[in-house]
């Protein structure tokens, strides 16, 4: 599933908190750097679960976030509930 939402953090903010949650917050189902690049980071998990998420940005010092995964859909919703959102999630 997809996740995607407007947050009032530069992108590279937003990865850092990505990094930091997923490696420590979540820790029946932590997942660490794969890949990262100055848009994304990509997260692997004890399973092999993949996290992609990445944060574009916008006007304003906001940012663009977009994150995918297929069995980290809560502990991702969860993610973003921590970030100050400038707009509801979409889901798709």
Do not use: C, N, W, Y
């Not at 917050?25 to 993949?50: D, N, Y």
Request: negative net charge; charged residues 25%; without cysteine.
């Amino acid at each position: 599933m997809t996740h995607t939402t407007i947050v009032a953090l530069p992108p590279q903010e937003v990865l850092a908190r990505a990094k930091a949650f997923f490696a420590e917050r979540v820790p029946h189902a932590s997942a660490f750097v794969e890949k990262e690049g100055p848009t994304f980071v990509t997260l692997r998990g004890q399973g092999g679960e993949e996290i992609v998420i990445s944060a574009v940005p916008l006007d304003g010092g906001k940012s663009r976030v977009r994150g995918s995964t297929l069995f980290f859909d809560q502990a991702l919703d969860r993610f973003l509930s921590t970030l100050p959102l400038d707009a509801g999630v979409e889901e798709a």
